[in-house]
């Protein structure tokens, strides 16, 4: 069977389906990866973007930390493409249970999905280090140098996992929890490079592992489903009965 027909009539006799992405879902709304050819990591800074977008790079240089991070993490203006919107679809029709996402974008809550887990946070939540006050990714871009809380005067961090720092214990569990359980898991828009959300696969035990992506990735051989396209294209085709 062609694997598009496959792939829809899994979809269409599941009502257990988990799905976990990364920045490959997003491209197709104008938000570079980072290891695409054209993706942030080929692009020419001072530091590699892991150097910036690490803990120890934050504490000691935030000005510059938030002069990339204002220029290459902040794409406020993206929209959700056909992935983030069959997806919604798809947890609508009470097929999907959860999205599980490496992204910080909040494109998939924009689409309509509910049941998201952010692995790595999200720009849209950055508080006050000190006193804790919330604030919109709005306000980070449109303040200067290092973004200070407008009550208490100290430094506002965005809720964003850094290179450097672990995940939060509950968002893992629950992921970890989804996966296992899951009867199909579709994979997409990963390099499977960044642990140790890439290592969440392992939990999956069923037998319908689909792994759609644009390029060739290390679990590529455990996949019970290959697609090699554009996740939003592949998606797209997919007529939820
Ligand atoms: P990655 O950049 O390492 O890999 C992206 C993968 O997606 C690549 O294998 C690429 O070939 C593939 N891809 C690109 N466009 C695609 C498309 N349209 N359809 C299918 N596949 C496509 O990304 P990663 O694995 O998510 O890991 C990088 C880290 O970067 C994550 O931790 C994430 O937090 C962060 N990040 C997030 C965003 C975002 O929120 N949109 C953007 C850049 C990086």
Not at 37 to 45: I, K, R, S, T, W
Not at 53 to 80: D, I, T
Not at 109 to 133: F, I, P, T
Request: proline share 4%; glycine share 8%.
């Amino acid at each position: 069977m062609e694997p598009l027909n496959q792939l829809t009539e899994w979809v269409n006799q599941s009502r257990n389906i988990v799905f976990f992405g990364g920045a490959g879902v997003s491209t197709e709304s104008g938000i570079p990866d980072f290891r695409s050819v054209d993706g942030l990591y080929e692009q020419q800074y001072d530091y590699p973007p892991e150097t910036i977008l690490s803990r120890s790079f934050y504490v000691k240089n935030k000005s510059e930390f938030y002069r990339f991070y204002r220029n290459k993490m902040l794409y406020l203006k993206a929209k959700p493409n056909a992935a983030h919107n069959k997806l919604a679809e798809l947890e609508q029709a009470g097929r999907l249970k959860a999205v599980i996402t490496q992204n910080i974008d909040g494109l998939h809550q924009r689409a309509g999905s509910k049941e998201v887990l952010e692995l790595h946070g999200s720009v849209h939540r950055n508080y006050c280090m000190s006193c804790g006050k919330l604030f919109s990714a709005e306000y980070v871009l449109e303040s200067r140098d290092t973004p200070l809380c407008d009550e208490c005067g100290r430094d506002i961090k965005p809720d964003v996992v850094l290179y450097e720092e672990g995940l939060d214990t509950a968002t893992l569990q629950k992921a970890i929890s989804y996966i296992s359980g899951a009867e199909i898991l579709i994979v997409g828009g990963t390099s499977l490079a960044v642990y140790p959300a890439a290592g969440l696969i392992d939990y999956y035990h069923g037998s319908k592992l689909v792994l759609i992506n644009k390029t060739a990735t290390p679990m590529d051989s455990r996949a019970d489903l290959k697609i090699e396209g554009k996740i939003g294209e592949v998606l797209s085709q997919i007529t939820v009965s």
